[in-house]
């Protein structure tokens, strides 16, 4: 077994028994990547080597890709778009500060969806990322390249982050463990915006262990995040017991319906019944909003861009364009053919579907529908954990679809976050999990929800049933 | 109905400048989508209240003291053009 296969804290175990050195680590990293990155392309910028810590007992020197939306100083961070190519992030996120306390070594920045929109991870600039399970396939998103370079072992672990899904879709889609933890229990200071009410950074990982580990490193409350949330921060390592005796688990008759995979289906009610086996309770709940949630999300998620979006004009960095003739101002003209130029398809679409929605005479009839129907979805689940305390899911409603296939077909691509999107509308946390595969040996994932801040109690059921799988 | 006008119009509320053949492809992607959504229709909010945000928000206040932060220069480091510790973009008075 190569060095770069083991999980973090398997390496933090031989690191104390004096058994693996640091350098043995990263060197094992990337000549994986030096092996595997021309056919995956899960990076977006490979980082050259800086001087590399040693273990010392208390730091936890382990290899990690970060998302190209988070800001790491001196290092370009680009969203994967031509808008902000050549960016160099003047300041460390949160979680970067907090990982650099840690003795992280940054392998470098993972590909993604540009501005993380995008199911699959072919809209970056840079171009797609492919599922290490089959190159055919896409690897999910936005977040591709961050679970792709933790299942193809390019990196030991990932930082994603989560506005719609895009943390747990591809883990799912990959074979790994992704994590978007509750609304503000992560510092989004140093995320580059795309939905500021939605998105949260998370951990893409091998297993639950790990999930808890980096979930200790980047958690806690963050004055420099106003949404932040000021609350007791647990160690979630604690979390890890194998025992749901007792637990009450929610299986959503509106998740298992029409579209969902029969295959997906199998595998995850495979796991429902193993749980059942080691002593937690199921029982059917209704969240009868939930088909609304695609529509929902695609207004709440637009506005939002459309207004975290407008600072990309061609003034403060990034890039600048020269108008050819002058149609409106010579002011005006620059913005508009620097936005033309730096934005690909997909965020032209989503910033105009935002801007409509919410322009003069149309607000009341899509922004202001989105946020009420947001309230319903958000109340459902209210409802739902006054009588369960987790609720399970699958993740994606399919396995890894083909590159190209979606493309075409805004919804299509859409209707892949169906299972995902409720949880960012509601805030809660929620954790993919792999439970198996399917008979062309493309991994499924497991959804677990739970109340705001009830992280521990995914890390329980998810440690449960991956010790005892 | 999308039409092409609208989504220039759409565009240029959005600070992006369309080609002609992308005006009527985004219009086709619009009218799509919006009709996908207009299936929130179905649902009577008239009594329910919006959601901004999910979970409790309260204003944070804090004494108005200076922290570690850019300096002018590293703040204007990225721009293409600037001038006299500003940012210089193209001129609006003729």
């Known amino acids: ?469 | 109905m999308i039409t092409k006008e609208h989504a220039l119009k759409i565009a240029s509320l959005s600070r992006i400048h369309l080609k002609e053949e992308e005006a009527q492809l985004l219009a086709n992607d619009l009218e799509c989508i919006l009709k996908y959504i207009d299936q929130l229709n179905e649902l009577d909010v008239t009594d329910v209240k919006p959601t901004s945000h999910a979970l409790p928000l309260q204003n944070v206040f804090r004494e108005d003291v200076v922290n570690p932060s850019l300096s002018q220069d590293e703040a204007l480091q990225f721009s293409v053009q600037k001038d006299k510790g500003c940012y210089k973009v193209p001129k609006v008075i003729e």
């Open chain 1, 1 to 469: 077994m190569k060095i770069a296969q083991l999980t973090a804290h398997e390496i933090l175990d031989q690191y104390a028994a004096q058994q693996l050195k640091v350098v043995d680590v990263v060197g094992s990293v990337l000549e994986q990547i030096s092996q595997s990155e021309k056919d995956i392309h899960a990076y977006a910028q490979v980082f050259s080597g800086d001087k590399l810590p040693a273990f010392n007992g208390k730091n936890i020197p382990i290899p990690i890709a970060i998302k190209d939306n988070i800001c790491i100083k001196d290092t370009e961070t680009t969203c994967c778009s031509k808008i902000l190519k050549n960016f160099i992030a003047p300041y460390d996120a949160t979680v970067i500060g907090k990982l650099k306390q840690s003795g992280a070594i940054f392998v470098g920045h993972a590909n993604m969806d540009e501005f993380a929109f995008g199911s699959s991870t072919e809209t970056s600039c840079y171009g797609p990322t492919r599922n290490p399970w089959d190159l055919s396939r896409v690897p999910g998103g936005s977040s591709g390249g961050s679970a792709a370079a933790v299942a193809g072992n390019e990196a030991i672990w990932a930082l994603g982050s989560d506005t719609g899904g895009s943390i747990r879709q591809p883990a799912a889609y990959c074979g790994v463990v992704g994590l978007k933890p509750t609304y503000g229990r992560v510092s989004r200071f140093g995320l580059i915006a795309f939905a500021s009410s939605l998105d949260q950074i998370g951990p893409i990982t091998k297993d639950v262990t790990d999930s808890a580990l980096l979930m200790n490193i980047i958690s806690g409350y963050d004055p420099k995040d106003s949404t932040s949330a000021n609350v007791p921060n647990p160690d979630y390592t604690k979390a890890l017991v194998k025992n749901v005796k007792g637990l009450k688990i929610g299986l959503p008759k509106e998740y298992f319906i029409e579209g969902l995979d029969a295959e997906v289906k199998t595998k995850v009610m495979d796991a429902v019944l193993l749980l059942k086996s080691c002593g937690a309770e199921f029982k059917e709940i209704s969240l009868p909003h939930s088909k609304f949630a695609i529509a929902c999300y695609y207004i709440v998620a637009t506005a939002e861009a459309s207004s975290n979006l407008g600072r990309f004009d061609g003034v403060q960095y990034g890039l600048r364009a020269q108008p050819s003739q002058v149609r409106k101002t010579n002011l005006v003209d620059m913005y508009e053919e620097t936005r033309d130029q730096g934005f690909g398809n997909e965020a032209k679409r989503r910033i105009m579907l935002g801007t409509y929605s919410l322009s003069s005479g149309y607000y009341d009839a899509y922004y202001l529908k989105g946020l009420k129907v947001r309230t319903m979805i958000k109340m459902d689940f209210d409802r739902a954990f006054e009588e369960v305390d987790a609720i399970i899911t699958p993740t994606a409603p399919t396995t890894a679809f083909k590159l190209g296939e979606k493309m075409n077909d805004p919804i299509s691509m859409y209707l892949n976050d169906i299972f995902t999107t409720p949880a960012n509308l509601s805030g809660i946390p929620a954790i993919s999990i792999p439970c198996g595969f399917s008979k062309n040996r493309l991994p499924i994932g497991l959804q677990i929800m739970a109340k705001p801040f009830a992280e521990e109690t995914l890390f329980r059921i998810g440690y449960t049933y991956e010790q005892n799988r």
